[in-house]
């Protein structure tokens, strides 16, 4: 089984609408960290948002926030008021365990884009 | 101050040869890692340091994939006997602290191999 599966291979949004790009996971660890990393065309990652596996509240960055549903093990990335420079490819990724376990498992992307 | 820096960028290689790619991690970061991304794809683990040791190492694809990190900081990954499978895109990442479930990763900008 995928242990994170984005199911959006493409999205088009209208500029300043939001927009809710799906992420769910797979694990049987208690304790995780999911992440979302924006690409651009550069091709560089740049890290958007954290939420843990414990954390009591969705995560929050600015026009970034993180939806996030345990029980369903759903970590949808919401972009409010979206902006043509949020145009690139978006990967949410887990880190499994608390301690030891370092590597990122990223899933197979988003590409979002923003129509003015 | 200066993120993760890779060189080279970009790197054409006749299938048999020997490359080496090069990672400057951000300075004081604890860990270091390697991933590999194919077109179309989210990055994948190659490879993981802790200071100048190698913790995981389980993403290699081969035998012909090395990596080292003898002083800590800088990190070199080898592959020999290039193959036209091994065309992808290189990422580099580091993190600043060993471990903990809030553990960012820096990245690079990514060395784009192709193997003719």
Not at chain 1, 97 to 113: D, M, Q, V
Not at chain 2, 26 to 46: C, D, K, N, R, T
Request: with cysteine; proline share 4%.
């Amino acid at each position: 089984a995928q242990k994170i599966t984005q199911t959006q291979p493409g999205m088009f949004v209208q500029e300043k609408e939001a927009v809710t790009l799906d992420c769910t996971y797979d694990t049987s660890d208690p304790s995780y960290g999911l992440f979302w990393y924006k690409q651009p065309s550069s091709g560089e990652m740049i890290f958007l948002i954290y939420q843990g596996s414990y954390d009591q509240q969705n995560a929050t960055e600015g026009r970034y926030s993180l939806n996030f549903q345990k029980a369903r093990k759903s970590a949808n990335l919401v972009i409010s008021a979206s902006q043509l420079g949020d145009s690139a490819m978006y990967f949410c990724a887990m880190r499994e365990g608390n301690f030891g376990n370092e590597k990122l498992t990223f899933g197979t992307g988003t590409r979002l884009t923003i129509i003015p | 101050g200066a993120g993760v820096s890779q060189s080279p960028r970009y790197k054409v290689a006749k299938r048999g040869q020997d490359v080496a790619l090069r990672c400057d991690p951000i300075s004081g970061h604890v860990s270091l890692f390697w991933y590999q991304q194919a077109l179309g794809q989210g990055p994948e683990f190659l490879t993981y340091f802790q200071n100048e040791a190698q913790l995981d190492k389980s993403g290699l694809p081969s035998d012909r994939f090395f990596a080292e990190r003898p002083e800590g900081s800088v990190s070199t990954l080898k592959i020999q006997r290039t193959q036209q499978e091994d065309s992808a895109v290189y990422l580099c990442a580091s993190s600043l602290v060993a471990s903990g479930s809030y553990n960012e990763q820096f990245f690079g900008p990514g060395t784009r191999l192709t193997v003719l």
